[in-house]
């Protein structure tokens, strides 16, 4: 009784948790999201951010580069949750050892942010699908909703950036966002 339990409360989670990020994406589609946009000194958040990610998994160096007060105006909770998508993924394709890169510089029009992974990477003809929701590159592979990058694309649009993916030379995925850095 109590492992069934146990098995119904993980599903209870599993399914609360898979209702907030479709509620999260229609609201996204709809622009009926609460944003709450501040100037964020993006080096610094990064610092934290990988500091944290670092504690937390052992098994991957992050590497960062980012130029020193570098701003995008952004709501704060939602750039946080954008880049543990991405690190999460990163991590989730790369071996233990493998290193991920995350660099921030500014562009024309506000800031440049890539994370790249030294993972298995995407096949080329999938990368526009990667961001689509519940499309996974592995069907075989157990693991996450398909939402994941969904959402990390909705919370770029959401700020008026764009979030695109490439095969950089060498092993891995690399994804590029572009953050203005004023409304």
């Known amino acids: 009784l109590d492992k069934c339990v146990a098995a119904i ?11 907030e ?21 993006i080096s610094r958040f990064l610092d934290d ?16 580069q980012a130029e020193a007060g570098l701003r995008v105006y952004a709501d ?25 890169r995350v660099s921030v510089a500014s562009d024309e029009n ?12 995407v096949p080329a003809d999938q990368l526009e699908n990667i961001f689509e929701r519940f499309y996974r590159v592995d069907k075989a592979r157990a693991g996450g909703t398909g939402l994941e990058l969904s959402i990390a694309r909705t919370i770029v649009r959401m700020h008026g950036g764009d979030i695109r993916a ?8 690399l994804v ?5 850095a004023r409304e």
Do not use: W
């Not at 704060?76 to 290193?99: C, H, M």
């Open 176 to 180: 590029t966002v572009h953050l203005p």
């Open 21 to 41: 990020n479709l509620l999260f994406l229609t609201r996204g589609d709809h622009g009926s999201q609460a944003l709450e946009k501040k100037a964020v000194d």
């Open 76 to 100: 704060e909770s939602l750039l946080r949750q954008l880049l543990l998508i991405l690190l999460d993924n990163a991590a989730r394709y790369t071996p233990t050892g493998g290193a991920i």
């Open 110 to 121: 506000g800031a440049c942010l890539s994370v790249r992974d030294e993972g298995c990477g």
């Open 166 to 173: 490439q095969l950089p030379n060498g092993p891995g995925l």
């Open 49 to 64: 951010l990988l500091a944290e990610r670092r504690e937390i998994d052992p098994a991957h160096p992050y590497e960062a």
């Open 9 to 19: 409360c993980r599903q209870t989670e599993y399914m609360t948790h898979l209702t």
